[in-house]
């Protein structure tokens, strides 16, 4: 399934802390969130697909940090993020 303007759309108004909100942190991880669960679902069908398995590990990594962030600044936010999102840790 394709990640489209209106999955993109519906994840910003869950997740969105105020009114035009794109950039907080809790819209990024989601958003790279639903990236990495279509991506999961792809490499189920293509194994073999090294190039697009390291654009993975690279949004892994950038959600990684964006979570660490978010744990500093406010770990009551955190905390209900990674409930929310289902996320480990």
């Known amino acids: 399934m394709a990640f489209t303007t209106e999955k993109k759309a519906k994840i ?8 035009g909100d794109t950039g907080s942190p809790e819209v990024q991880v989601a958003l790279l969130s639903a990236h990495i669960e279509d991506l999961a679902a792809h490499f189920q069908a293509h194994p073999k697909d090294h190039h697009s398995r390291l654009g993975l590990l690279k ?15 406010s770990s009551n936010r955190y905390r209900a993020l990674v409930e929310r999102l289902g996320l480990r840790k």
């Open 59 to 73: 949004m892994i990594n950038k959600r990684r940090s964006l979570l660490d962030y978010l744990r500093t600044a």
């Open 12 to 19: 910003l108004d869950d997740h969105k802390t105020h009114t």
